[in-house]
Protein backbone atom coordinates (compact mmCIF):
# COMPACT_ATOMS: atom_id res chain seq x y z
CA UNK A 1 0.00 0.00 0.00
CA UNK A 2 1.02 3.47 -0.62
CA UNK A 3 2.71 5.58 2.24
CA UNK A 4 1.56 8.96 1.19
CA UNK A 5 -1.64 10.52 0.65
CA UNK A 6 -2.26 13.97 -0.56
CA UNK A 7 -5.84 16.04 0.95
CA UNK A 8 -7.11 17.64 -0.82
CA UNK A 9 -7.79 15.50 -4.05
CA UNK A 10 -8.23 18.71 -5.94
CA UNK A 11 -7.93 22.68 -5.09
CA UNK A 12 -8.97 25.54 -7.18
CA UNK A 13 -7.63 28.86 -6.45
CA UNK A 14 -7.65 33.15 -7.78
CA UNK A 15 -4.23 34.07 -8.40
CA UNK A 16 -2.48 35.56 -6.03
CA UNK A 17 -4.20 33.36 -3.08
CA UNK A 18 -2.16 30.82 -1.00
CA UNK A 19 -2.54 26.92 -1.73
CA UNK A 20 -2.14 24.40 1.12
CA UNK A 21 -2.21 20.95 0.62
CA UNK A 22 -1.48 18.08 3.26
CA UNK A 23 -0.22 14.57 3.08
CA UNK A 24 -0.35 11.97 5.73
CA UNK A 25 1.77 9.30 5.78
CA UNK A 26 1.81 5.93 7.76
CA UNK A 27 5.12 4.38 9.46
CA UNK A 28 7.96 6.40 10.63
CA UNK A 29 10.28 8.05 8.13
CA UNK A 30 14.02 9.44 7.48
CA UNK A 31 12.83 12.39 4.48
CA UNK A 32 9.95 13.26 2.96
CA UNK A 33 9.42 15.28 -0.57
CA UNK A 34 7.45 17.24 -2.82
CA UNK A 35 7.13 17.24 -6.14
CA UNK A 36 5.41 19.18 -9.03
CA UNK A 37 3.41 17.91 -12.41
CA UNK A 38 3.07 19.90 -14.94
CA UNK A 39 0.23 17.59 -17.49
CA UNK A 40 2.00 15.20 -19.41
CA UNK A 41 5.45 15.93 -18.20
CA UNK A 42 7.27 14.10 -15.75
CA UNK A 43 7.67 15.08 -11.78
CA UNK A 44 9.87 18.17 -10.79
CA UNK A 45 11.49 17.53 -7.39
CA UNK A 46 10.48 21.07 -5.63
CA UNK A 47 11.78 20.25 -1.70
CA UNK A 48 13.22 17.60 0.49
CA UNK A 49 12.95 17.96 4.39
CA UNK A 50 14.23 15.48 6.66
CA UNK A 51 12.87 13.94 9.83
CA UNK A 52 14.80 16.27 12.31
CA UNK A 53 13.56 19.42 10.63
CA UNK A 54 9.94 21.21 11.59
CA UNK A 55 10.13 23.63 8.37
CA UNK A 56 11.67 24.80 5.60
CA UNK A 57 11.41 27.63 2.96
CA UNK A 58 12.47 27.63 -1.11
CA UNK A 59 11.40 30.64 -2.42
CA UNK A 60 7.47 30.63 -2.32
CA UNK A 61 7.03 27.39 -0.68
CA UNK A 62 6.69 26.61 2.55
CA UNK A 63 6.80 22.97 4.13
CA UNK A 64 6.01 21.65 7.31
CA UNK A 65 6.47 18.37 8.61
CA UNK A 66 4.79 16.94 11.83
CA UNK A 67 6.22 13.67 12.77
CA UNK A 68 3.83 12.86 15.68
CA UNK A 69 1.22 13.40 13.77
CA UNK A 70 2.84 11.83 10.56
CA UNK A 71 1.81 14.74 7.96
CA UNK A 72 3.39 17.37 5.92
CA UNK A 73 1.77 20.62 4.16
CA UNK A 74 3.34 22.32 1.60
CA UNK A 75 2.29 25.77 1.15
CA UNK A 76 2.73 28.02 -1.71
CA UNK A 77 2.21 31.81 -1.36
CA UNK A 78 0.96 34.24 -3.87
CA UNK A 79 -0.17 31.39 -6.05
CA UNK A 80 0.25 31.89 -9.91
CA UNK A 81 -1.40 30.41 -13.00
CA UNK A 82 2.15 28.69 -13.94
CA UNK A 83 1.54 26.92 -10.25
CA UNK A 84 -1.24 25.17 -12.49
CA UNK A 85 -0.01 20.97 -11.76
CA UNK A 86 -0.30 18.22 -9.83
CA UNK A 87 1.68 17.90 -6.59
CA UNK A 88 2.63 14.70 -4.94
CA UNK A 89 4.48 14.31 -1.76
CA UNK A 90 7.05 11.08 -1.56
CA UNK A 91 8.36 9.34 1.94
CA UNK A 92 11.00 6.69 2.65
CA UNK A 93 10.40 3.97 4.96
CA UNK A 94 12.55 4.38 7.58
CA UNK A 95 14.28 0.83 7.12
CA UNK A 96 14.30 1.16 3.00
CA UNK A 97 15.83 3.08 0.80
CA UNK A 98 13.17 4.01 -1.67
CA UNK A 99 10.81 6.76 -1.90
CA UNK A 100 6.92 6.24 -2.01
CA UNK A 101 4.84 8.22 -3.85
CA UNK A 102 0.93 9.57 -2.65
CA UNK A 103 -2.13 10.52 -5.39
CA UNK A 104 -1.45 13.81 -5.38
CA UNK A 105 -3.53 17.09 -5.27
CA UNK A 106 -4.57 18.84 -8.39
CA UNK A 107 -4.03 22.19 -8.16
CA UNK A 108 -5.64 24.78 -10.43
CA UNK A 109 -4.66 28.59 -10.17
CA UNK A 110 -7.32 31.08 -11.66
CA UNK A 111 -5.64 34.22 -13.94
CA UNK B 1 23.29 17.36 -19.86
CA UNK B 2 20.47 15.44 -21.30
CA UNK B 3 19.52 14.42 -17.73
CA UNK B 4 16.99 11.08 -17.67
CA UNK B 5 15.91 9.93 -21.38
CA UNK B 6 13.05 7.65 -21.57
CA UNK B 7 12.18 5.99 -25.04
CA UNK B 8 10.12 5.35 -26.97
CA UNK B 9 7.32 8.30 -25.43
CA UNK B 10 4.58 6.16 -26.78
CA UNK B 11 3.73 2.57 -27.43
CA UNK B 12 1.23 0.45 -28.37
CA UNK B 13 1.35 -3.26 -28.23
CA UNK B 14 -1.44 -6.16 -28.29
CA UNK B 15 -1.83 -8.49 -25.27
CA UNK B 16 1.32 -10.90 -24.91
CA UNK B 17 3.47 -9.16 -26.95
CA UNK B 18 6.64 -8.24 -25.16
CA UNK B 19 8.99 -5.15 -25.18
CA UNK B 20 11.90 -3.29 -23.42
CA UNK B 21 11.29 0.31 -22.49
CA UNK B 22 14.48 2.42 -22.38
CA UNK B 23 15.78 4.82 -19.48
CA UNK B 24 19.13 6.07 -19.36
CA UNK B 25 21.16 8.95 -17.27
CA UNK B 26 24.37 10.77 -17.98
CA UNK B 27 24.40 12.03 -14.41
CA UNK B 28 26.96 9.25 -12.98
CA UNK B 29 23.46 8.66 -10.80
CA UNK B 30 23.78 5.57 -8.16
CA UNK B 31 19.90 4.86 -8.02
CA UNK B 32 17.48 4.54 -10.36
CA UNK B 33 14.05 3.91 -10.07
CA UNK B 34 10.70 2.47 -12.54
CA UNK B 35 7.20 3.97 -11.74
CA UNK B 36 3.82 3.53 -13.30
CA UNK B 37 1.68 6.10 -12.90
CA UNK B 38 -2.29 5.41 -13.35
CA UNK B 39 -5.10 7.70 -12.92
CA UNK B 40 -6.66 7.88 -9.14
CA UNK B 41 -3.21 5.38 -7.90
CA UNK B 42 -0.66 8.25 -8.17
CA UNK B 43 2.56 6.55 -8.31
CA UNK B 44 3.67 3.14 -7.93
CA UNK B 45 7.47 1.60 -7.78
CA UNK B 46 8.24 -1.36 -9.88
CA UNK B 47 11.60 -2.05 -9.60
CA UNK B 48 14.63 -0.06 -8.02
CA UNK B 49 18.34 0.09 -8.58
CA UNK B 50 20.96 1.03 -5.80
CA UNK B 51 23.92 0.49 -8.24
CA UNK B 52 25.35 -1.35 -11.19
CA UNK B 53 24.29 -4.98 -11.15
CA UNK B 54 22.38 -4.49 -8.04
CA UNK B 55 18.18 -4.35 -8.48
CA UNK B 56 15.51 -5.18 -6.05
CA UNK B 57 11.54 -5.20 -6.32
CA UNK B 58 9.23 -2.63 -5.87
CA UNK B 59 5.39 -2.92 -5.22
CA UNK B 60 4.11 -3.73 -8.66
CA UNK B 61 7.18 -5.98 -9.80
CA UNK B 62 4.95 -9.04 -11.21
CA UNK B 63 5.23 -8.93 -14.89
CA UNK B 64 8.41 -6.84 -15.55
CA UNK B 65 11.90 -7.18 -15.36
CA UNK B 66 14.89 -5.53 -15.14
CA UNK B 67 18.82 -5.38 -15.37
CA UNK B 68 21.38 -2.55 -14.28
CA UNK B 69 24.77 -3.53 -16.19
CA UNK B 70 25.98 -0.59 -16.22
CA UNK B 71 25.44 2.67 -14.29
CA UNK B 72 23.92 4.74 -17.00
CA UNK B 73 21.02 2.33 -18.49
CA UNK B 74 18.57 0.92 -16.48
CA UNK B 75 15.88 -1.37 -18.94
CA UNK B 76 12.51 -2.46 -18.17
CA UNK B 77 11.04 -5.57 -19.82
CA UNK B 78 7.80 -6.27 -20.39
CA UNK B 79 7.47 -10.08 -20.69
CA UNK B 80 4.57 -10.64 -21.89
CA UNK B 81 2.09 -7.82 -22.21
CA UNK B 82 -1.57 -7.39 -20.22
CA UNK B 83 -4.23 -4.54 -20.86
CA UNK B 84 -3.23 -4.09 -16.85
CA UNK B 85 0.02 -3.03 -17.98
CA UNK B 86 -1.56 0.11 -20.21
CA UNK B 87 -0.11 3.08 -18.05
CA UNK B 88 1.95 6.02 -18.12
CA UNK B 89 6.29 4.72 -16.93
CA UNK B 90 8.36 7.40 -15.25
CA UNK B 91 11.84 6.36 -14.65
CA UNK B 92 14.11 7.96 -12.06
CA UNK B 93 17.51 8.49 -11.21
CA UNK B 94 19.31 10.72 -7.69
CA UNK B 95 22.80 10.30 -7.08
CA UNK B 96 22.09 8.37 -3.68
CA UNK B 97 19.75 7.71 -1.78
CA UNK B 98 17.85 11.11 -1.10
CA UNK B 99 18.43 13.31 1.57
CA UNK B 100 21.83 11.48 2.24
CA UNK B 101 23.47 12.42 -0.96
CA UNK B 102 21.27 14.60 -2.97
CA UNK B 103 17.84 16.71 -2.72
CA UNK B 104 15.58 14.43 -5.02
CA UNK B 105 14.85 12.73 -8.16
CA UNK B 106 15.00 13.77 -11.38
CA UNK B 107 12.10 12.32 -13.62
CA UNK B 108 12.21 11.36 -17.67
CA UNK B 109 9.83 12.45 -19.32
CA UNK B 110 7.75 8.84 -19.51
CA UNK B 111 6.51 6.49 -21.63
CA UNK B 112 3.00 5.90 -22.16
CA UNK B 113 1.79 2.85 -23.08
CA UNK B 114 -1.37 0.97 -24.32
CA UNK B 115 -1.97 -2.64 -23.88
CA UNK B 116 -4.31 -3.97 -26.27
Known amino acids: SQQGEEDPQALSIQEGENATMNCSYKTSINNLQWYRQNSGRGLVHLIL?????REKHSGRLRVTLDTSKKSSSLLITASRAADTASYFCATDVRAGNQFYFGTGTSLTVIP | NAGVTQTPKFQVLKTGQSMTLQCAQDMNHEYMSWYRQDPGMGLRLIHY???????DQGEVPNGYNVSRSTTEDFPLRLLSAAPSQTSVYFC???????????????FGSGTRLTVV
Open chain 2, 49 to 55: SVGAGIT
Open chain 1, 49 to 53: IRSNE
Open chain 2, 92 to 106: ASSLGMPGLKSGGYT
